[in-house]
């Protein structure tokens, strides 16, 4: 991404930001309350538009396209406030993030043509070795709203999992979970990772952050105030500064 910036009103929450993710990493970018994290998610994803500035996925343009076709590109992401359907199954809800690759047509799938029968059995099938990839498939058939917080998490990874996308965008992944659950948390990323899908993570722990990530962004007060491998954040005075609470934002 270069330059990317968004104002609401007065406020500056993404200012003039730049930055590069390499393929097959895992970035953490990381901040206070306030520092314009959650906006940057959502300037990626198409959730908003950007003032100024642009967003790259393989050298291709994404910064003016609507969300569905920059999942369309390879991105998705998750939620720090859990998004799934409570309702419905474990299973549906993986299908649901699966049909955004479906090729049959909404006339096809309405009067179960032959070929739109074929696809969704596909879909369920593909669904299904995702949920066991992420250690899950025994519970396929409950009803997502009763599960345990930190299963709904997993759940949600993969939904994500499930558009098949090139760059996952996590936000705040570890939010709300015990210690356990973070263990996990980290332990599926660090695994999707190796499946061939770029990372680019939210998150607050910093144990976990500075666990898998390669490579670590700093935000404050909208800006990139760091980059670089975790071993030199943690020495930076700017970094440490922000984080002793003496900056203001």
């Known amino acids: ?21 390499e393929k097959n990493s895992i970035t953490a970018v990381i901040g206070p309350n306030g520092a314009g994290k959650t906006t940057l998610f959502n300037l990626i994803s198409g959730a908003l538009a950007p003032d100024s500035g642009e967003a790259y996925i393989d050298g291709r343009p994404i910064h003016r396209l609507p969300p569905y076709r920059i999942a369309r590109h390879g991105i998705s992401r998750t ?55 992420m250690g899950i498939e025994g519970i396929a058939g409950q009803e997502a709203g009763s599960l345990p917080f930190g299963k709904q998490r997993i759940v949600e990874f993969a939904r994500a999992l499930a558009t098949e996308p090139s760059l996952l965008l996590l936000d705040e992944p570890a939010a709300g979970l015990n210690m356990y659950e973070t263990a996990q948390v ?51 005075r700017e970094v440490i500064r922000v984080y002793l609470g003496e900056d203001n934002a």
């Open 1 to 21: 991404m270069k330059q990317l910036s968004r104002s609401f009103g007065g406020l500056r929450a993404v200012d003039d930001v730049s930055f590069n993710v």
């Open 79 to 133: 939620f720090q406030n859990i998004k799934l359907f409570p309702h419905m199954t474990v299973l549906e809800n993986v299908m649901i993030g699966r049909h955004i690759r479906s090729r049959s047509g909404f006339l096809s799938a309405m009067l179960r043509l032959p070929g739109s029968r074929a696809e969704e059995q596909q879909i369920q099938e593909r669904s299904m070795e995702i949920l066991a990839l």
């Open 186 to 236: 980290s332990e599926l990323i660090t695994k999707i990772r190796g499946r061939g899908v770029t990372v680019l993570v939210i998150e607050h722990d910093m144990s976990l952050v500075m666990n898998i990530s390669d490579m670590i962004v700093v935000l404050s007060s909208g800006k990139k105030i760091a980059e670089g491998l975790p071993s030199d954040i943690q020495k930076n």
